[in-house]
T-cell receptor, first 110, second 112 residues
Framework: DVKVTQSSRYLVKRTGEKVFLECVQD?????MFWYRQDPGLGLRLIYFSYDVKMKEKGDIPEGYSVSREKKERFSLILESASTNQTSMYLC?????????FGQGTRLTVV | DQQVKQNSPSLSVQEGRISILNCDYTNSMFDYFLWYKKYPAEGPTFLIS?????DKNEDGRFTVFLNKSAKHLSLHIVPSQPGDSAVYFC???????????FGQGTRLTINP
């Protein structure tokens, strides 16, 4: 299985701060994804990337950006954190018919 | 447009009984379906999958049924155990597509 590592399990940031969430995979998969999970809303796709320096908007990209400078690393950036971005953030590496998730980052914006 | 729907946000089942989680989809191009299980403060983990060429796939206590004509799949867990308490997500994919489409999740609680 692919190992997907997210840099932080828990983060607390202040409103207006720039926040970086890092995700690293240990295989050579092209496809990497960032989701957020909120109660009752399931997994919502923020951004994804098919290759280095490529990015595609998901369903809820507003307030976020991403960076993929190396194949194994996919970063999610909150340009100016807001309280409505308090959530569980999940990075995933997806093949054609499966997905491997990181352990998640619980972000609280105060 | 929610292509994959889990209409029950929560389900409570007695230990030892059968748990049935349901999932409906609208896109007839989906041909591969997966179930993921998620504990609090952890990432989802793969549970079981089924291809559209089959209507049933079984793995131990877990069985997934696919009804293509109804665009419906279900996950059966029997017997249910306390460790099964988690949020379950169904997901769908089209062969050759690059991403999965997830449902909203169902929180399963197994009562002792």
């Amino acid at each position: 299985d692919v190992k997907v590592t997210q840099s932080s399990r828990y983060l607390v940031k202040r409103t207006g701060e720039k926040v970086f969430l890092e995700c690293v995979q240990d295989m050579d998969h092209e496809n990497m994804f960032w989701y957020r999970q909120d109660p009752g809303l399931g997994l919502r796709l923020i951004y994804f990337s098919y290759d280095v320096k490529m990015k595609e908007k998901g369903d809820i990209p507003e307030g976020y950006s991403v960076s993929r400078e190396k194949k194994e690393r996919f970063s999610l950036i909150l340009e100016s954190a807001s309280t409505n971005q308090t959530s569980m953030y999940l990075c995933a590496v997806e093949g054609n018919t499966e997905a491997f998730f990181g352990q998640g980052t619980r972000l609280t914006v105060v | 447009d929610q292509q994959v729907k889990q209409n029950s946000p929560s389900l409570s089942v007695q230990e030892g009984r059968i748990s049935i989680l349901n999932c409906d989809y609208t896109n007839s191009m989906f041909d591969y379906f997966l179930w993921y299980k998620k504990y609090p403060a952890e990432g989802p983990t793969f549970l079981i999958s089924i291809s559209s060429i089959k209507d049933k796939n079984e793995d131990g206590r877990f069985t997934v049924f696919l009804n293509k004509s109804a665009k419906h799949l279900s996950l059966h867990i029997v017997p249910s155990q306390p460790g099964d308490s988690a949020v379950y997500f169904c997901a769908a994919a089209t062969q050759g597509a690059q991403k999965l489409v997830f449902g909203q999740g169902t929180r399963l609680t197994i009562n002792p």
